[in-house]
Protein backbone atom coordinates (compact mmCIF):
# COMPACT_ATOMS: atom_id res chain seq x y z
CA UNK A 1 0.00 0.00 0.00
CA UNK A 2 1.50 3.24 -0.94
CA UNK A 3 2.21 5.32 2.43
CA UNK A 4 0.98 8.64 1.26
CA UNK A 5 -2.57 7.11 0.34
CA UNK A 6 -5.38 7.87 2.58
CA UNK A 7 -7.35 5.44 3.56
CA UNK A 8 -11.10 6.18 4.64
CA UNK A 9 -13.89 3.83 6.82
CA UNK A 10 -15.44 2.31 4.80
CA UNK A 11 -18.88 4.33 5.14
CA UNK A 12 -16.66 7.33 3.69
CA UNK A 13 -15.41 5.08 0.81
CA UNK A 14 -19.30 4.12 0.12
CA UNK A 15 -20.15 7.00 -0.65
CA UNK A 16 -17.23 8.39 -2.40
CA UNK A 17 -17.89 5.59 -4.66
CA UNK A 18 -21.61 5.74 -5.08
CA UNK A 19 -22.61 5.19 -8.71
CA UNK A 20 -25.03 8.79 -9.69
CA UNK A 21 -26.99 6.94 -11.98
CA UNK A 22 -29.34 10.01 -12.49
CA UNK A 23 -26.70 11.85 -14.13
CA UNK A 24 -27.93 11.80 -18.11
CA UNK A 25 -24.21 10.72 -18.71
CA UNK A 26 -24.11 7.09 -16.57
CA UNK A 27 -23.41 4.65 -18.66
CA UNK A 28 -22.82 6.57 -21.98
CA UNK A 29 -19.79 6.67 -24.14
CA UNK A 30 -19.43 10.12 -23.05
CA UNK A 31 -18.99 9.11 -19.60
CA UNK A 32 -16.53 6.53 -20.58
CA UNK A 33 -14.37 8.81 -22.82
CA UNK A 34 -14.86 11.51 -19.60
CA UNK A 35 -13.70 8.68 -17.21
CA UNK A 36 -13.80 10.45 -14.62
CA UNK A 37 -12.10 8.32 -11.39
CA UNK A 38 -15.40 8.35 -9.67
CA UNK A 39 -18.94 10.09 -9.90
CA UNK A 40 -18.18 12.18 -6.87
CA UNK A 41 -15.42 13.26 -8.95
CA UNK A 42 -16.63 14.26 -12.09
CA UNK A 43 -17.43 17.83 -12.38
CA UNK A 44 -20.40 17.18 -14.73
CA UNK A 45 -22.66 15.13 -11.93
CA UNK A 46 -22.53 18.25 -9.69
CA UNK A 47 -24.24 20.62 -12.48
CA UNK A 48 -27.65 21.64 -12.96
CA UNK A 49 -29.54 19.35 -15.16
CA UNK A 50 -30.02 22.08 -17.94
CA UNK A 51 -25.56 22.37 -17.91
CA UNK A 52 -25.68 18.73 -17.59
CA UNK A 53 -27.23 18.46 -20.87
CA UNK A 54 -24.85 21.00 -22.58
CA UNK A 55 -21.96 19.03 -21.22
CA UNK A 56 -23.41 15.91 -22.64
CA UNK A 57 -23.60 17.21 -25.69
CA UNK A 58 -20.22 18.82 -26.20
CA UNK A 59 -18.86 15.19 -25.08
CA UNK A 60 -20.57 13.90 -27.59
CA UNK A 61 -19.40 16.29 -30.44
CA UNK A 62 -16.05 15.48 -29.22
CA UNK A 63 -15.95 11.72 -28.77
CA UNK A 64 -17.61 11.92 -32.77
CA UNK A 65 -14.59 13.85 -33.79
CA UNK A 66 -11.97 12.17 -32.11
CA UNK A 67 -12.45 8.68 -32.12
CA UNK A 68 -11.71 7.75 -28.66
CA UNK A 69 -11.34 3.90 -29.36
CA UNK A 70 -8.56 4.28 -31.46
CA UNK A 71 -6.95 6.97 -29.83
CA UNK A 72 -6.22 4.56 -26.67
CA UNK A 73 -3.66 2.73 -28.62
CA UNK A 74 -1.50 5.80 -28.89
CA UNK A 75 -1.01 5.59 -24.53
CA UNK A 76 -1.40 2.10 -24.14
CA UNK A 77 1.12 1.04 -26.56
CA UNK A 78 4.57 -0.28 -24.79
CA UNK A 79 6.34 0.87 -27.88
CA UNK A 80 7.50 4.26 -28.29
CA UNK A 81 5.63 5.74 -31.45
CA UNK A 82 7.84 8.82 -32.12
CA UNK A 83 11.28 6.82 -32.66
CA UNK A 84 12.09 6.49 -36.63
CA UNK A 85 14.32 5.19 -38.75
CA UNK A 86 14.94 2.12 -36.54
CA UNK A 87 12.99 -0.37 -34.53
CA UNK A 88 10.83 1.30 -31.64
CA UNK A 89 12.35 1.37 -28.36
CA UNK A 90 10.57 0.34 -25.17
CA UNK A 91 7.89 3.19 -23.81
CA UNK A 92 8.77 5.16 -20.68
CA UNK A 93 6.25 7.69 -20.08
CA UNK A 94 4.18 9.66 -22.61
CA UNK A 95 4.43 13.14 -23.86
CA UNK A 96 1.29 14.90 -23.93
CA UNK A 97 -0.01 18.16 -26.07
CA UNK A 98 -3.11 19.28 -27.25
CA UNK A 99 -4.72 19.44 -30.62
CA UNK A 100 -7.91 21.77 -31.21
CA UNK A 101 -10.49 21.96 -33.71
CA UNK A 102 -13.41 24.59 -34.28
CA UNK A 103 -16.96 23.68 -33.15
CA UNK A 104 -19.84 24.26 -35.42
CA UNK A 105 -21.84 24.72 -32.09
CA UNK A 106 -19.78 27.13 -30.29
CA UNK A 107 -19.41 27.89 -27.25
CA UNK A 108 -17.81 25.00 -26.02
CA UNK A 109 -18.46 24.74 -22.46
CA UNK A 110 -16.91 21.17 -20.84
CA UNK A 111 -14.27 20.23 -18.43
CA UNK A 112 -10.96 18.86 -19.71
CA UNK A 113 -9.34 18.80 -16.15
CA UNK A 114 -10.17 16.62 -12.87
CA UNK A 115 -12.51 19.08 -11.26
CA UNK A 116 -12.94 22.27 -12.89
CA UNK A 117 -15.20 23.36 -15.77
CA UNK A 118 -14.65 27.14 -16.81
CA UNK A 119 -13.15 26.67 -20.39
CA UNK A 120 -15.25 28.18 -23.15
CA UNK A 121 -14.41 28.44 -26.20
CA UNK A 122 -15.31 28.17 -29.85
CA UNK A 123 -12.47 25.07 -30.34
CA UNK A 124 -12.77 21.44 -28.92
CA UNK A 125 -10.02 21.02 -27.11
CA UNK A 126 -8.25 17.32 -27.14
CA UNK A 127 -6.03 16.55 -24.50
CA UNK A 128 -3.54 13.80 -26.40
CA UNK A 129 -0.92 11.51 -24.58
CA UNK A 130 1.23 9.53 -26.94
CA UNK A 131 3.84 6.49 -25.42
CA UNK A 132 7.40 7.84 -25.50
CA UNK A 133 10.97 6.40 -25.01
CA UNK A 134 13.70 7.98 -22.90
CA UNK A 135 15.65 8.49 -25.83
CA UNK A 136 13.07 10.44 -27.81
CA UNK A 137 12.55 12.30 -25.13
CA UNK A 138 15.87 13.30 -23.87
CA UNK A 139 16.55 14.32 -27.56
CA UNK A 140 13.75 16.69 -27.79
CA UNK A 141 14.68 18.03 -24.22
CA UNK A 142 18.06 18.84 -25.52
CA UNK A 143 16.48 20.90 -28.75
CA UNK A 144 14.02 22.20 -25.98
CA UNK A 145 16.49 23.70 -23.63
CA UNK A 146 19.58 23.44 -24.70
CA UNK A 147 19.56 26.53 -27.26
CA UNK A 148 17.87 28.67 -24.14
CA UNK A 149 20.93 27.52 -21.90
CA UNK A 150 23.64 28.15 -24.06
CA UNK A 151 22.35 31.80 -24.70
CA UNK A 152 22.13 32.49 -21.76
CA UNK A 153 25.69 31.28 -20.83
CA UNK A 154 26.97 33.70 -23.60
CA UNK A 155 24.97 36.76 -22.44
CA UNK A 156 25.72 36.39 -19.25
CA UNK A 157 29.40 36.23 -20.04
CA UNK A 158 29.24 39.14 -21.67
CA UNK A 159 27.77 41.02 -19.16
CA UNK A 160 30.14 40.02 -17.02
CA UNK A 161 33.12 40.93 -19.19
CA UNK A 162 31.57 44.12 -20.15
CA UNK A 163 31.17 45.34 -16.39
CA UNK A 164 34.81 44.55 -15.33
CA UNK A 165 36.65 47.49 -14.22
CA UNK A 166 39.48 47.08 -16.38
CA UNK A 167 37.26 46.39 -19.54
CA UNK A 168 35.11 48.76 -18.67
CA UNK A 169 37.15 51.51 -18.24
CA UNK A 170 39.18 50.77 -21.62
CA UNK A 171 35.69 50.88 -23.12
CA UNK A 172 34.80 53.86 -21.57
CA UNK A 173 37.76 55.52 -22.59
CA UNK A 174 37.08 54.74 -26.27
CA UNK A 175 33.62 56.13 -26.12
CA UNK A 176 31.02 56.77 -23.17
CA UNK A 177 28.67 54.86 -24.95
CA UNK A 178 31.07 52.03 -26.08
CA UNK A 179 30.45 49.75 -23.06
CA UNK A 180 26.84 49.95 -23.22
CA UNK A 181 27.40 48.99 -27.17
CA UNK A 182 29.65 46.00 -26.12
CA UNK A 183 26.70 44.80 -23.68
CA UNK A 184 23.87 45.20 -26.58
CA UNK A 185 26.66 42.84 -29.24
CA UNK A 186 27.33 40.32 -26.32
CA UNK A 187 23.03 40.61 -26.32
CA UNK A 188 22.37 39.85 -29.98
CA UNK A 189 25.36 37.05 -30.18
CA UNK A 190 23.36 35.35 -27.60
CA UNK A 191 20.20 35.38 -29.34
CA UNK A 192 21.96 34.69 -32.74
CA UNK A 193 23.89 31.61 -31.26
CA UNK A 194 20.73 30.41 -29.53
CA UNK A 195 18.53 30.66 -33.04
CA UNK A 196 21.60 28.93 -34.91
CA UNK A 197 21.85 26.05 -31.89
CA UNK A 198 18.07 25.88 -32.39
CA UNK A 199 17.82 25.38 -35.97
CA UNK A 200 20.75 22.46 -36.08
CA UNK A 201 19.05 20.87 -33.23
CA UNK A 202 15.43 20.89 -35.21
CA UNK A 203 17.52 19.61 -37.98
CA UNK A 204 18.91 17.00 -36.36
CA UNK A 205 15.72 15.90 -34.41
CA UNK A 206 13.78 15.43 -37.37
CA UNK A 207 15.98 12.94 -38.75
CA UNK A 208 15.84 10.74 -35.51
CA UNK A 209 12.42 10.88 -34.32
CA UNK A 210 8.68 12.31 -35.81
CA UNK A 211 9.59 15.77 -34.36
CA UNK A 212 6.19 16.73 -35.44
CA UNK A 213 2.78 14.73 -34.15
CA UNK A 214 1.04 14.41 -37.58
CA UNK A 215 3.70 12.07 -38.63
CA UNK A 216 2.17 9.58 -36.74
CA UNK A 217 -0.37 7.76 -38.22
CA UNK A 218 -3.59 8.34 -35.54
CA UNK A 219 -2.59 11.80 -35.56
CA UNK A 220 -2.09 12.26 -38.98
CA UNK A 221 -5.59 11.20 -39.51
CA UNK A 222 -7.12 13.22 -36.88
CA UNK A 223 -5.21 16.49 -38.74
CA UNK A 224 -6.87 15.36 -42.40
CA UNK A 225 -10.43 15.82 -40.59
CA UNK A 226 -9.91 19.00 -39.74
CA UNK A 227 -7.74 19.08 -35.79
CA UNK A 228 -4.69 21.36 -35.42
CA UNK A 229 -1.63 21.92 -32.72
CA UNK A 230 -2.98 24.32 -30.25
CA UNK A 231 0.67 25.60 -29.75
CA UNK A 232 2.26 26.50 -32.74
CA UNK A 233 5.66 24.37 -34.24
CA UNK A 234 8.81 25.73 -33.56
CA UNK A 235 11.20 25.30 -36.38
CA UNK A 236 8.70 22.21 -37.48
CA UNK A 237 8.85 20.73 -34.31
CA UNK A 238 5.92 20.11 -32.29
CA UNK A 239 5.46 21.59 -28.81
CA UNK A 240 5.35 18.89 -26.05
CA UNK A 241 5.72 18.39 -22.36
CA UNK A 242 6.88 14.80 -20.71
CA UNK A 243 5.34 12.62 -17.95
CA UNK A 244 7.03 9.46 -16.53
CA UNK A 245 3.63 8.02 -15.83
CA UNK A 246 0.25 8.60 -17.96
CA UNK A 247 -3.03 10.08 -16.83
CA UNK A 248 -5.47 7.64 -15.91
CA UNK A 249 -8.14 9.85 -15.42
CA UNK A 250 -9.58 12.62 -17.74
CA UNK A 251 -10.47 12.63 -21.21
CA UNK A 252 -8.44 10.58 -23.70
CA UNK A 253 -7.09 8.59 -20.54
CA UNK A 254 -9.48 5.53 -21.13
CA UNK A 255 -8.23 2.11 -22.48
CA UNK A 256 -10.70 0.42 -25.14
CA UNK A 257 -9.27 -3.08 -25.01
CA UNK A 258 -9.20 -4.12 -28.86
CA UNK A 259 -11.98 -6.20 -30.38
CA UNK A 260 -10.90 -9.67 -31.48
CA UNK A 261 -12.21 -11.16 -34.48
CA UNK A 262 -15.14 -13.61 -34.22
CA UNK A 263 -13.23 -17.13 -35.29
CA UNK A 264 -14.35 -18.82 -38.57
CA UNK A 265 -16.75 -21.61 -37.86
CA UNK A 266 -15.89 -23.31 -40.85
CA UNK A 267 -18.12 -24.86 -43.18
CA UNK A 268 -21.69 -24.78 -42.56
CA UNK A 269 -22.25 -29.10 -41.40
CA UNK A 270 -23.67 -31.63 -43.88
CA UNK A 271 -26.62 -33.54 -42.72
CA UNK A 272 -25.95 -36.95 -43.02
CA UNK A 273 -28.15 -40.16 -42.78
CA UNK A 274 -31.82 -40.58 -42.71
CA UNK A 275 -31.79 -36.71 -41.99
CA UNK A 276 -30.36 -35.50 -45.33
CA UNK A 277 -33.08 -33.78 -47.79
CA UNK A 278 -31.59 -34.85 -50.43
CA UNK A 279 -30.24 -38.54 -50.60
CA UNK A 280 -26.74 -37.41 -52.53
CA UNK A 281 -25.36 -35.52 -49.32
CA UNK A 282 -25.40 -38.86 -47.41
CA UNK A 283 -21.97 -39.99 -49.78
CA UNK A 284 -24.02 -42.21 -51.88
CA UNK A 285 -27.35 -42.01 -54.56
CA UNK A 286 -29.63 -44.99 -54.26
CA UNK A 287 -30.15 -46.88 -57.37
CA UNK A 288 -33.11 -45.35 -59.13
CA UNK A 289 -36.26 -47.83 -58.48
CA UNK A 290 -37.20 -49.67 -61.91
CA UNK A 291 -40.32 -48.54 -63.66
CA UNK A 292 -43.05 -51.29 -63.18
Not at 11 to 18: A, G, L, S
Amino acid sequence: MDPNEVKYSDEIEKVINQKNTSCPLYGTEECRMLNSESCSECAIASLKPEKQAKAASALKRLREASHPEELSKLYTSEECLFCKGHAPEKADGVALFDLKKRDPEGDWTIALGKRKLNLKDADMILPLQVSCCKKCRAKYRAFDYLPTAVGLVIAAAALIVTTASPVHKAAYAVAPWFPAALMALGLVTALVAAFALKAVLAKSLKKQMRASVEEIPMIKKLMDEGWQEVMDKKQGVSAMVFAKERRMYGVCSAEYPEEKPIADPGPEPVVMGIWAADPSECGRVPKEKPEE
